[in-house]
Protein backbone atom coordinates (compact mmCIF):
# COMPACT_ATOMS: atom_id res chain seq x y z
CA UNK A 1 0.00 0.00 0.00
CA UNK A 2 1.37 3.62 -1.08
CA UNK A 3 1.30 6.06 1.37
CA UNK A 4 -1.32 8.01 -0.74
CA UNK A 5 -3.64 4.77 -0.42
CA UNK A 6 -3.07 4.51 3.21
CA UNK A 7 -4.44 8.02 3.79
CA UNK A 8 -7.19 7.76 1.70
CA UNK A 9 -7.92 4.37 3.05
CA UNK A 10 -7.89 5.76 6.70
CA UNK A 11 -10.21 9.02 4.93
CA UNK A 12 -12.72 6.71 4.04
CA UNK A 13 -13.00 4.58 7.19
CA UNK A 14 -13.18 8.03 9.02
CA UNK A 15 -16.02 8.90 6.72
CA UNK A 16 -18.10 5.66 7.47
CA UNK A 17 -18.02 5.77 10.79
CA UNK A 18 -18.34 9.57 10.79
CA UNK A 19 -21.68 9.12 9.25
CA UNK A 20 -22.40 6.28 11.05
CA UNK A 21 -21.77 7.81 14.23
CA UNK A 22 -24.00 11.33 12.76
CA UNK A 23 -26.96 8.86 11.94
CA UNK A 24 -27.35 7.26 14.99
CA UNK A 25 -27.25 10.26 17.28
CA UNK A 26 -28.98 12.75 15.63
CA UNK A 27 -32.06 9.64 15.63
CA UNK A 28 -31.28 9.15 19.30
CA UNK A 29 -31.47 13.08 20.55
CA UNK A 30 -32.86 14.93 17.85
CA UNK A 31 -36.62 13.89 18.99
CA UNK A 32 -35.43 15.58 22.14
CA UNK A 33 -34.18 18.94 20.64
CA UNK A 34 -36.62 19.14 18.23
CA UNK A 35 -39.13 19.30 20.60
CA UNK A 36 -37.22 22.04 22.80
CA UNK A 37 -36.77 24.00 19.24
CA UNK A 38 -40.17 23.58 18.24
CA UNK A 39 -41.43 24.66 21.39
CA UNK A 40 -40.25 28.34 20.44
CA UNK A 41 -42.84 28.54 18.01
CA UNK A 42 -46.18 29.07 19.13
CA UNK A 43 -49.43 29.32 16.99
CA UNK A 44 -52.69 28.25 17.40
CA UNK A 45 -53.04 24.92 15.75
CA UNK A 46 -52.83 20.99 16.15
CA UNK A 47 -49.31 20.72 14.14
CA UNK A 48 -46.13 21.84 14.58
CA UNK A 49 -44.28 24.10 11.64
CA UNK A 50 -40.66 23.30 10.68
CA UNK A 51 -38.36 25.71 9.87
CA UNK A 52 -40.28 27.62 13.21
CA UNK A 53 -42.40 30.70 11.57
CA UNK A 54 -41.35 33.03 14.48
CA UNK A 55 -39.65 33.12 17.80
CA UNK A 56 -42.16 33.44 20.97
CA UNK A 57 -41.97 32.69 24.53
CA UNK A 58 -45.57 32.47 24.23
CA UNK A 59 -45.98 28.90 24.57
CA UNK A 60 -44.22 29.01 27.64
CA UNK A 61 -46.88 31.43 28.75
CA UNK A 62 -49.64 29.71 28.49
CA UNK A 63 -48.44 26.54 30.18
CA UNK A 64 -52.21 25.27 31.83
CA UNK A 65 -52.08 25.23 35.37
CA UNK A 66 -53.07 21.19 35.78
CA UNK A 67 -49.42 20.44 34.22
CA UNK A 68 -47.30 22.40 37.13
CA UNK A 69 -49.99 20.40 39.30
CA UNK A 70 -49.46 17.19 37.74
CA UNK A 71 -45.55 18.14 37.67
CA UNK A 72 -45.48 18.37 41.22
CA UNK A 73 -47.65 15.32 42.02
CA UNK A 74 -44.55 13.39 40.17
CA UNK A 75 -42.37 15.05 41.89
CA UNK A 76 -43.86 13.77 45.34
CA UNK A 77 -44.51 9.91 44.06
CA UNK A 78 -41.20 9.67 42.53
CA UNK A 79 -39.53 10.81 45.99
CA UNK A 80 -41.74 8.34 48.03
CA UNK A 81 -40.73 6.28 45.51
CA UNK A 82 -37.23 6.54 45.45
CA UNK A 83 -37.18 6.73 50.00
CA UNK A 84 -38.91 3.57 49.27
CA UNK A 85 -36.82 2.09 47.29
CA UNK A 86 -33.41 2.79 49.04
CA UNK A 87 -35.30 1.52 52.80
CA UNK A 88 -36.09 -1.63 50.98
CA UNK A 89 -33.02 -1.69 48.34
CA UNK A 90 -29.83 -1.24 50.95
CA UNK A 91 -30.91 -3.63 53.61
CA UNK A 92 -31.53 -5.77 50.87
CA UNK A 93 -28.17 -5.72 49.52
CA UNK A 94 -26.05 -5.40 52.04
CA UNK A 95 -27.90 -8.17 53.49
CA UNK A 96 -27.20 -10.03 50.03
CA UNK A 97 -23.87 -9.82 49.78
CA UNK A 98 -22.04 -10.11 53.15
CA UNK A 99 -24.51 -12.64 54.79
CA UNK A 100 -23.00 -16.46 54.09
CA UNK A 101 -26.67 -17.91 53.28
CA UNK A 102 -26.67 -20.74 50.39
CA UNK A 103 -28.45 -19.86 47.31
CA UNK A 104 -27.21 -16.48 47.48
CA UNK A 105 -27.96 -15.87 43.47
CA UNK A 106 -31.41 -17.51 43.62
CA UNK A 107 -32.33 -14.81 46.03
CA UNK A 108 -30.49 -12.09 44.13
CA UNK A 109 -32.23 -13.11 40.74
CA UNK A 110 -35.90 -13.66 42.82
CA UNK A 111 -35.12 -9.40 43.86
CA UNK A 112 -34.50 -8.72 40.50
CA UNK A 113 -37.80 -10.51 39.19
CA UNK A 114 -39.86 -7.02 38.91
CA UNK A 115 -36.85 -6.11 35.90
CA UNK A 116 -38.25 -8.23 33.64
CA UNK A 117 -41.87 -7.77 34.32
CA UNK A 118 -43.16 -5.55 31.44
CA UNK A 119 -44.79 -2.08 32.69
CA UNK A 120 -48.56 -2.60 31.49
CA UNK A 121 -48.34 -5.92 33.26
CA UNK A 122 -46.78 -4.72 36.53
CA UNK A 123 -50.01 -1.72 36.20
CA UNK A 124 -52.62 -4.35 35.35
CA UNK A 125 -51.31 -6.45 38.28
CA UNK A 126 -51.22 -3.70 40.66
CA UNK A 127 -54.36 -2.38 39.58
CA UNK A 128 -56.23 -6.08 39.94
CA UNK A 129 -54.35 -6.18 43.49
CA UNK A 130 -55.95 -3.23 44.38
CA UNK A 131 -59.20 -3.70 43.32
CA UNK A 132 -59.18 -7.39 45.59
CA UNK A 133 -57.71 -5.35 48.68
CA UNK A 134 -60.31 -2.87 48.11
CA UNK A 135 -63.08 -5.43 48.26
CA UNK A 136 -61.67 -7.50 51.44
CA UNK A 137 -60.88 -4.48 53.68
CA UNK A 138 -62.64 -1.34 51.79
CA UNK A 139 -59.87 0.75 50.84
CA UNK A 140 -58.94 1.10 47.66
CA UNK A 141 -55.51 2.37 46.68
CA UNK A 142 -56.41 2.58 43.48
CA UNK A 143 -55.96 6.37 42.18
CA UNK A 144 -54.33 7.01 45.11
CA UNK A 145 -50.70 8.28 45.71
CA UNK A 146 -49.80 5.47 47.88
CA UNK A 147 -50.80 2.97 45.35
CA UNK A 148 -49.16 4.24 42.66
CA UNK A 149 -45.62 5.40 44.59
CA UNK A 150 -45.86 1.06 45.80
CA UNK A 151 -46.38 -0.21 41.89
CA UNK A 152 -43.11 2.21 40.95
CA UNK A 153 -41.37 0.68 44.23
CA UNK A 154 -42.07 -2.43 42.89
CA UNK A 155 -40.72 -1.39 39.65
CA UNK A 156 -37.54 0.58 40.97
CA UNK A 157 -36.17 -1.09 43.64
CA UNK A 158 -33.98 -4.09 41.45
CA UNK A 159 -32.05 -0.79 39.90
CA UNK A 160 -31.51 0.51 43.42
CA UNK A 161 -29.95 -3.35 44.30
CA UNK A 162 -28.20 -3.83 40.71
CA UNK A 163 -26.07 -0.82 41.15
CA UNK A 164 -25.27 -1.22 44.97
CA UNK A 165 -24.47 -5.63 44.53
CA UNK A 166 -21.74 -4.67 41.68
CA UNK A 167 -20.42 -2.14 43.53
CA UNK A 168 -20.45 -4.45 47.24
CA UNK A 169 -18.61 -6.57 45.43
CA UNK A 170 -15.91 -5.21 44.32
CA UNK A 171 -15.60 -3.59 48.31
CA UNK A 172 -13.05 -5.01 50.00
CA UNK A 173 -14.13 -5.96 53.44
CA UNK A 174 -10.79 -6.16 55.03
CA UNK A 175 -10.90 -2.32 54.97
CA UNK A 176 -14.24 -3.07 57.50
CA UNK A 177 -12.47 -5.00 59.48
CA UNK A 178 -9.46 -3.03 59.90
CA UNK A 179 -11.67 -0.25 61.16
CA UNK A 180 -12.69 -2.28 63.74
CA UNK A 181 -9.71 -3.98 64.81
CA UNK A 182 -8.87 -0.93 65.06
CA UNK A 183 -11.33 0.45 68.00
CA UNK A 184 -13.88 2.00 65.89
CA UNK A 185 -17.40 1.32 66.63
CA UNK A 186 -19.89 -0.77 64.41
CA UNK A 187 -21.65 2.68 63.78
CA UNK A 188 -18.41 4.36 63.13
CA UNK A 189 -16.98 2.06 60.78
CA UNK A 190 -20.36 2.17 58.72
CA UNK A 191 -20.56 6.08 58.46
CA UNK A 192 -16.65 6.26 58.51
CA UNK A 193 -15.87 3.35 56.16
CA UNK A 194 -18.74 1.59 54.38
CA UNK A 195 -21.29 4.42 53.46
CA UNK A 196 -18.06 6.81 51.46
CA UNK A 197 -17.55 3.73 49.44
CA UNK A 198 -21.07 3.02 48.93
CA UNK A 199 -22.19 6.90 47.86
CA UNK A 200 -21.48 6.58 44.43
CA UNK A 201 -24.07 3.34 43.74
CA UNK A 202 -26.40 5.09 46.51
CA UNK A 203 -26.44 8.24 44.17
CA UNK A 204 -26.70 6.41 41.20
CA UNK A 205 -29.25 4.18 42.18
CA UNK A 206 -31.36 6.58 43.80
CA UNK A 207 -31.34 8.45 40.61
CA UNK A 208 -32.29 5.62 38.48
CA UNK A 209 -34.99 5.23 41.25
CA UNK A 210 -36.44 8.61 41.02
CA UNK A 211 -36.70 8.46 36.75
CA UNK A 212 -38.25 4.94 36.45
CA UNK A 213 -40.93 6.58 38.71
CA UNK A 214 -41.00 10.14 37.60
CA UNK A 215 -40.99 8.96 33.59
CA UNK A 216 -43.60 5.94 33.73
CA UNK A 217 -46.48 5.75 31.43
CA UNK A 218 -47.51 1.92 31.46
CA UNK A 219 -48.33 1.73 35.54
CA UNK A 220 -49.20 5.13 35.53
CA UNK A 221 -52.09 4.80 32.86
CA UNK A 222 -53.84 2.07 35.37
CA UNK A 223 -53.08 3.86 38.63
CA UNK A 224 -53.25 7.60 38.19
CA UNK A 225 -57.20 8.73 38.75
CA UNK A 226 -58.74 11.66 37.62
CA UNK A 227 -57.46 14.07 40.66
CA UNK A 228 -54.05 12.57 40.72
CA UNK A 229 -52.47 12.38 37.33
CA UNK A 230 -48.43 11.83 37.00
CA UNK A 231 -46.58 14.05 34.58
CA UNK A 232 -45.98 12.00 32.14
CA UNK A 233 -49.56 10.36 31.92
CA UNK A 234 -50.88 13.80 31.44
CA UNK A 235 -49.19 14.69 28.48
CA UNK A 236 -49.69 10.67 27.06
CA UNK A 237 -53.18 12.00 27.34
CA UNK A 238 -52.83 15.05 25.78
CA UNK A 239 -50.60 13.48 22.80
CA UNK A 240 -53.71 11.17 22.21
CA UNK A 241 -56.48 13.40 22.39
CA UNK A 242 -55.98 17.12 22.54
CA UNK A 243 -52.75 18.57 21.08
CA UNK A 244 -51.50 21.63 22.83
CA UNK A 245 -48.39 23.90 21.58
CA UNK A 246 -47.67 23.89 25.34
CA UNK A 247 -47.06 20.49 26.06
CA UNK A 248 -44.16 21.33 23.83
CA UNK A 249 -42.86 24.10 26.26
CA UNK A 250 -43.95 22.37 29.22
CA UNK A 251 -41.81 19.13 27.85
CA UNK A 252 -38.73 20.98 27.84
CA UNK A 253 -38.73 22.51 31.23
CA UNK A 254 -39.02 19.11 32.38
CA UNK A 255 -36.28 17.87 30.17
CA UNK A 256 -34.20 21.20 31.23
CA UNK A 257 -34.89 20.49 34.80
CA UNK A 258 -33.99 15.83 34.54
CA UNK A 259 -30.68 16.68 32.65
CA UNK A 260 -29.88 19.50 35.82
CA UNK A 261 -30.37 16.63 37.91
CA UNK A 262 -28.35 14.31 36.02
CA UNK A 263 -25.79 17.06 36.10
CA UNK A 264 -25.96 17.46 40.19
CA UNK A 265 -25.42 13.71 40.34
CA UNK A 266 -22.37 13.29 37.91
CA UNK A 267 -20.71 16.49 39.76
CA UNK A 268 -21.03 14.34 42.37
CA UNK A 269 -20.09 10.65 41.60
CA UNK A 270 -19.12 11.02 38.21
CA UNK A 271 -20.56 9.48 35.15
CA UNK A 272 -18.27 5.90 34.96
CA UNK A 273 -20.87 4.47 37.44
CA UNK A 274 -24.14 5.95 34.66
CA UNK A 275 -21.90 3.44 32.03
CA UNK A 276 -20.94 0.72 33.90
CA UNK A 277 -24.37 -0.13 35.18
CA UNK A 278 -25.85 0.69 31.55
CA UNK A 279 -28.85 3.67 31.26
CA UNK A 280 -31.85 4.01 33.02
CA UNK A 281 -34.27 2.47 29.75
CA UNK B 1 -19.75 -8.56 67.90
CA UNK B 2 -20.80 -10.12 64.68
CA UNK B 3 -23.84 -8.58 62.54
CA UNK B 4 -26.65 -10.62 61.56
CA UNK B 5 -26.79 -10.08 57.83
CA UNK B 6 -28.98 -12.31 56.85
CA UNK B 7 -31.11 -10.52 59.67
CA UNK B 8 -30.67 -7.50 57.56
CA UNK B 9 -31.82 -8.79 54.34
CA UNK B 10 -34.85 -10.43 55.97
CA UNK B 11 -37.99 -7.64 55.99
CA UNK B 12 -36.43 -6.39 52.72
CA UNK B 13 -36.65 -9.86 51.25
CA UNK B 14 -40.15 -10.23 52.83
CA UNK B 15 -41.34 -7.04 51.71
CA UNK B 16 -40.28 -7.57 47.97
CA UNK B 17 -41.41 -10.87 47.74
CA UNK B 18 -44.72 -9.59 49.22
CA UNK B 19 -45.00 -7.12 46.73
CA UNK B 20 -43.98 -9.84 44.15
CA UNK B 21 -46.64 -11.82 45.21
CA UNK B 22 -49.53 -10.38 45.56
CA UNK B 23 -48.90 -8.13 42.79
CA UNK B 24 -48.94 -11.62 40.65
CA UNK B 25 -51.23 -14.00 42.14
CA UNK B 26 -54.09 -11.83 41.99
CA UNK B 27 -53.93 -11.37 38.46
CA UNK B 28 -52.92 -14.70 37.65
CA UNK B 29 -56.06 -16.10 39.54
CA UNK B 30 -58.09 -13.39 37.92
CA UNK B 31 -56.89 -14.50 34.64
CA UNK B 32 -58.68 -17.80 35.34
CA UNK B 33 -62.09 -16.07 36.40
CA UNK B 34 -64.79 -15.81 33.41
CA UNK B 35 -65.50 -12.39 32.40
CA UNK B 36 -69.29 -11.58 33.13
CA UNK B 37 -69.47 -8.37 31.64
CA UNK B 38 -69.41 -4.81 33.51
CA UNK B 39 -66.14 -6.18 35.65
CA UNK B 40 -67.57 -8.63 37.14
CA UNK B 41 -66.01 -12.12 37.00
CA UNK B 42 -67.72 -15.41 37.64
CA UNK B 43 -66.70 -17.78 40.56
CA UNK B 44 -65.74 -20.84 39.22
CA UNK B 45 -62.25 -21.35 38.22
CA UNK B 46 -61.48 -21.98 34.38
CA UNK B 47 -59.88 -21.82 31.06
CA UNK B 48 -62.07 -19.67 29.28
CA UNK B 49 -60.14 -17.02 28.72
CA UNK B 50 -57.16 -18.68 27.37
CA UNK B 51 -59.27 -20.74 25.15
CA UNK B 52 -60.49 -17.19 24.30
CA UNK B 53 -57.42 -15.82 23.37
CA UNK B 54 -56.33 -18.89 21.44
CA UNK B 55 -59.78 -19.41 19.35
CA UNK B 56 -60.14 -15.60 18.69
CA UNK B 57 -58.50 -14.66 15.49
CA UNK B 58 -58.16 -10.78 16.64
CA UNK B 59 -55.75 -12.03 19.52
CA UNK B 60 -54.30 -14.48 17.48
CA UNK B 61 -53.01 -11.68 15.18
CA UNK B 62 -52.48 -9.18 18.08
CA UNK B 63 -49.43 -11.48 19.06
CA UNK B 64 -48.39 -12.03 16.10
CA UNK B 65 -48.51 -8.57 15.10
CA UNK B 66 -46.09 -7.95 18.53
CA UNK B 67 -43.83 -10.59 17.49
CA UNK B 68 -43.00 -9.58 14.09
CA UNK B 69 -42.99 -6.11 14.98
CA UNK B 70 -40.62 -6.66 17.89
CA UNK B 71 -38.49 -9.11 15.69
CA UNK B 72 -37.89 -6.45 13.02
CA UNK B 73 -37.40 -3.59 15.28
CA UNK B 74 -34.55 -5.72 17.41
CA UNK B 75 -32.55 -6.86 13.89
CA UNK B 76 -32.49 -2.72 12.89
CA UNK B 77 -31.59 -1.75 16.53
CA UNK B 78 -28.68 -4.30 16.42
CA UNK B 79 -27.45 -3.70 12.88
CA UNK B 80 -27.12 -0.15 14.19
CA UNK B 81 -26.30 -0.12 18.09
CA UNK B 82 -23.70 -3.07 17.43
CA UNK B 83 -21.52 -0.42 14.92
CA UNK B 84 -22.22 2.59 16.66
CA UNK B 85 -20.65 0.65 19.94
CA UNK B 86 -17.94 -0.64 18.50
CA UNK B 87 -16.63 2.40 16.87
CA UNK B 88 -16.90 4.28 20.10
CA UNK B 89 -15.11 1.59 22.05
CA UNK B 90 -12.39 1.72 19.56
CA UNK B 91 -11.89 5.75 19.72
CA UNK B 92 -8.60 6.83 21.10
CA UNK B 93 -9.69 10.31 22.12
CA UNK B 94 -11.93 11.63 24.94
CA UNK B 95 -14.73 11.60 22.04
CA UNK B 96 -15.94 8.18 23.27
CA UNK B 97 -16.38 9.19 26.76
CA UNK B 98 -18.52 12.18 25.78
CA UNK B 99 -20.49 9.97 23.04
CA UNK B 100 -21.71 7.77 25.87
CA UNK B 101 -22.55 10.19 28.37
CA UNK B 102 -24.85 11.60 25.75
CA UNK B 103 -25.90 7.83 25.55
CA UNK B 104 -26.73 7.87 29.35
CA UNK B 105 -27.86 11.20 29.64
CA UNK B 106 -30.62 11.18 26.97
CA UNK B 107 -31.74 7.71 28.65
CA UNK B 108 -33.42 10.08 31.46
CA UNK B 109 -35.27 12.12 29.05
CA UNK B 110 -38.96 11.42 29.80
CA UNK B 111 -40.10 8.66 27.06
CA UNK B 112 -43.28 10.75 25.97
CA UNK B 113 -41.37 14.02 25.08
CA UNK B 114 -38.92 11.65 23.27
CA UNK B 115 -42.00 10.58 21.26
CA UNK B 116 -43.22 13.81 21.00
CA UNK B 117 -40.26 14.59 19.26
CA UNK B 118 -40.53 11.52 16.72
CA UNK B 119 -43.62 12.56 16.16
CA UNK B 120 -43.23 15.84 14.85
CA UNK B 121 -39.81 15.18 13.03
CA UNK B 122 -41.74 12.01 10.90
CA UNK B 123 -45.40 14.18 10.87
CA UNK B 124 -46.57 15.24 7.41
CA UNK B 125 -45.60 18.62 7.92
CA UNK B 126 -42.28 17.64 9.60
CA UNK B 127 -38.63 18.22 8.61
CA UNK B 128 -37.99 14.53 7.66
CA UNK B 129 -40.86 14.63 5.04
CA UNK B 130 -39.87 18.36 3.78
CA UNK B 131 -36.20 16.74 3.22
CA UNK B 132 -37.80 13.87 0.72
CA UNK B 133 -39.72 16.46 -0.65
CA UNK B 134 -36.96 18.91 -1.49
CA UNK B 135 -34.53 15.81 -2.67
CA UNK B 136 -37.43 14.27 -4.94
CA UNK B 137 -37.54 10.65 -3.04
CA UNK B 138 -41.22 11.68 -2.36
CA UNK B 139 -43.84 13.95 -4.12
CA UNK B 140 -46.60 13.79 -1.16
CA UNK B 141 -45.81 13.46 2.27
CA UNK B 142 -46.12 10.10 3.72
CA UNK B 143 -47.39 10.09 7.46
CA UNK B 144 -45.91 7.44 9.91
CA UNK B 145 -48.30 7.62 12.27
CA UNK B 146 -50.86 4.42 12.74
CA UNK B 147 -48.10 2.37 10.16
CA UNK B 148 -45.97 -0.75 11.23
CA UNK B 149 -42.64 1.29 9.98
CA UNK B 150 -43.66 3.91 12.46
CA UNK B 151 -44.14 2.02 15.28
CA UNK B 152 -40.62 0.16 14.84
CA UNK B 153 -39.26 3.41 14.67
CA UNK B 154 -40.30 4.15 18.16
CA UNK B 155 -39.22 1.06 19.62
CA UNK B 156 -36.07 1.23 18.32
CA UNK B 157 -35.53 4.94 19.52
CA UNK B 158 -36.83 3.19 23.25
CA UNK B 159 -33.93 0.51 22.67
CA UNK B 160 -31.23 1.87 20.72
CA UNK B 161 -29.93 3.86 23.91
CA UNK B 162 -29.56 1.09 26.31
CA UNK B 163 -28.30 -1.00 23.04
CA UNK B 164 -25.70 1.03 22.36
CA UNK B 165 -24.67 0.91 26.27
CA UNK B 166 -24.59 -3.14 26.68
CA UNK B 167 -22.81 -3.68 23.38
CA UNK B 168 -20.40 -1.27 24.15
CA UNK B 169 -19.27 -3.17 27.74
CA UNK B 170 -19.56 -6.03 25.34
CA UNK B 171 -16.97 -5.17 22.78
CA UNK B 172 -14.71 -3.72 25.03
CA UNK B 173 -13.85 -7.12 26.70
CA UNK B 174 -12.47 -8.28 22.98
CA UNK B 175 -8.57 -6.87 23.42
CA UNK B 176 -7.82 -4.32 20.22
CA UNK B 177 -4.35 -6.13 20.78
CA UNK B 178 -5.67 -9.06 19.47
CA UNK B 179 -7.03 -7.39 16.28
CA UNK B 180 -4.29 -5.78 15.32
CA UNK B 181 -2.59 -9.15 16.16
CA UNK B 182 -5.08 -10.78 13.14
CA UNK B 183 -4.26 -7.88 10.58
CA UNK B 184 -0.19 -8.00 11.23
CA UNK B 185 -0.69 -11.78 10.42
CA UNK B 186 -2.29 -10.43 6.84
CA UNK B 187 -6.15 -10.69 7.81
CA UNK B 188 -8.44 -8.53 5.36
CA UNK B 189 -10.94 -5.73 7.69
CA UNK B 190 -13.91 -8.47 7.46
CA UNK B 191 -11.87 -11.56 8.49
CA UNK B 192 -10.97 -9.70 11.49
CA UNK B 193 -14.76 -9.37 11.90
CA UNK B 194 -15.50 -12.57 11.21
CA UNK B 195 -13.12 -14.37 13.08
CA UNK B 196 -12.34 -12.35 15.58
CA UNK B 197 -14.55 -9.61 16.51
CA UNK B 198 -17.96 -11.73 16.10
CA UNK B 199 -16.96 -14.98 17.46
CA UNK B 200 -15.84 -13.09 20.76
CA UNK B 201 -18.74 -10.95 21.08
CA UNK B 202 -21.44 -13.40 20.22
CA UNK B 203 -22.79 -14.57 23.83
CA UNK B 204 -23.04 -10.87 24.13
CA UNK B 205 -24.79 -10.54 20.88
CA UNK B 206 -26.95 -12.74 21.31
CA UNK B 207 -28.11 -11.67 24.96
CA UNK B 208 -28.39 -8.33 24.05
CA UNK B 209 -30.52 -9.34 21.51
CA UNK B 210 -33.39 -11.26 23.63
CA UNK B 211 -33.24 -8.23 25.99
CA UNK B 212 -34.18 -6.35 23.15
CA UNK B 213 -36.51 -8.13 21.88
CA UNK B 214 -38.17 -8.56 25.17
CA UNK B 215 -38.21 -5.18 26.00
CA UNK B 216 -39.84 -4.08 22.04
CA UNK B 217 -42.70 -7.15 23.80
CA UNK B 218 -43.48 -4.70 26.57
CA UNK B 219 -43.22 -1.45 24.74
CA UNK B 220 -46.43 0.25 25.55
CA UNK B 221 -45.88 4.32 25.04
CA UNK B 222 -44.53 4.72 22.17
CA UNK B 223 -46.64 1.90 20.15
CA UNK B 224 -49.84 2.95 21.46
CA UNK B 225 -48.94 7.12 20.55
CA UNK B 226 -47.10 6.52 17.26
CA UNK B 227 -49.85 2.86 16.24
CA UNK B 228 -52.63 5.66 17.42
CA UNK B 229 -54.98 3.08 17.54
CA UNK B 230 -54.22 1.31 14.57
CA UNK B 231 -51.67 -0.78 15.30
CA UNK B 232 -52.88 -3.25 17.97
CA UNK B 233 -49.84 -5.14 19.96
CA UNK B 234 -50.47 -6.90 23.31
CA UNK B 235 -50.05 -4.31 25.52
CA UNK B 236 -51.78 -1.52 23.88
CA UNK B 237 -55.08 -4.47 23.56
CA UNK B 238 -54.54 -5.37 27.35
CA UNK B 239 -54.42 -1.79 27.95
CA UNK B 240 -57.67 -1.47 26.08
CA UNK B 241 -59.16 -4.35 27.10
CA UNK B 242 -59.02 -3.37 31.01
CA UNK B 243 -59.15 0.12 31.09
CA UNK B 244 -61.87 0.82 27.88
CA UNK B 245 -63.74 -2.90 27.70
CA UNK B 246 -63.44 -3.70 31.33
CA UNK B 247 -63.16 -7.26 30.65
CA UNK B 248 -60.35 -7.81 33.94
CA UNK B 249 -60.23 -11.66 33.17
CA UNK B 250 -59.35 -11.36 29.34
CA UNK B 251 -56.70 -8.63 29.74
CA UNK B 252 -55.44 -10.58 32.93
CA UNK B 253 -55.00 -13.58 30.64
CA UNK B 254 -53.26 -11.20 28.00
CA UNK B 255 -51.21 -10.23 30.20
CA UNK B 256 -49.96 -13.43 31.98
CA UNK B 257 -49.58 -14.80 27.93
CA UNK B 258 -47.10 -11.67 27.61
CA UNK B 259 -45.36 -12.53 31.13
CA UNK B 260 -44.81 -15.79 30.09
CA UNK B 261 -43.37 -15.16 26.60
CA UNK B 262 -41.04 -12.71 28.24
CA UNK B 263 -39.97 -14.88 30.93
CA UNK B 264 -39.05 -17.90 28.04
CA UNK B 265 -37.43 -15.79 26.36
CA UNK B 266 -34.93 -14.93 28.86
CA UNK B 267 -34.66 -18.00 30.39
CA UNK B 268 -33.89 -19.13 26.58
CA UNK B 269 -31.26 -16.77 26.57
CA UNK B 270 -29.40 -17.55 29.27
CA UNK B 271 -29.23 -20.82 28.42
CA UNK B 272 -27.85 -20.53 24.84
CA UNK B 273 -25.66 -17.84 26.14
CA UNK B 274 -24.13 -20.07 28.14
CA UNK B 275 -24.18 -22.95 25.52
CA UNK B 276 -22.17 -20.46 23.10
CA UNK B 277 -20.05 -19.63 26.11
CA UNK B 278 -19.04 -23.21 26.76
CA UNK B 279 -18.63 -23.87 22.77
CA UNK B 280 -21.82 -26.01 22.65
CA UNK B 281 -23.24 -23.98 19.48
CA UNK B 282 -21.06 -22.65 16.26
Not at chain 1, 185 to 211: D, E
Not at chain 2, 91 to 110: D, E, I, N, P, T
Not at chain 2, 143 to 153: A, D, E, Q, R
Not at chain 2, 224 to 242: D, S, Y
Amino acid sequence: MTPFQHVRHRLSRHLINGSILTFAYLFLLGPILFVALASFDYGQRAYVVFPPEHFTLDAYRHIPLKYFEALWFSVKVAVACTAMACLIGIPASLGLVRSNLPYKSFLLALLRVPLQIPGVVAGLAFLQAYYAIGATTGWYATGTFWGLAIAHTFAATPFVIGTLVALLQRFDSSLEEAALALGASAWGTFKQITLPVLKPGLFTGALYAFMISFTDVPIGVFLTGPDHVTFPVEIFNAMQFDFEPTILAVSTVVTVLSLACVLLVQRMVGLDVFVKTGGAD
Amino acid sequence: MKLRWDLVLLPAMLISLALLGTSQFVFLTGSLHRDLGMGRLAHTLSLDNYTELASDSYYLTTLKLSIMVSAIATALTLLLAFPVAYIIARMKSRWGLALLAAVVVSSFVSIVVKVLGLILIFSANGPFNKLLIALGVIDAPVSLIGTLTGVVLGLMHYSLGFAVLLFYSVVITVPRSLEEAAQGMGASRAGVFRQVILPMCLPGLVGGALVIFNVSMGGFTSTALIGAGKVLTIPVVIERTMLLENNYGTAAALAALLLITVLVINLASVAVVSRIRRGLIL
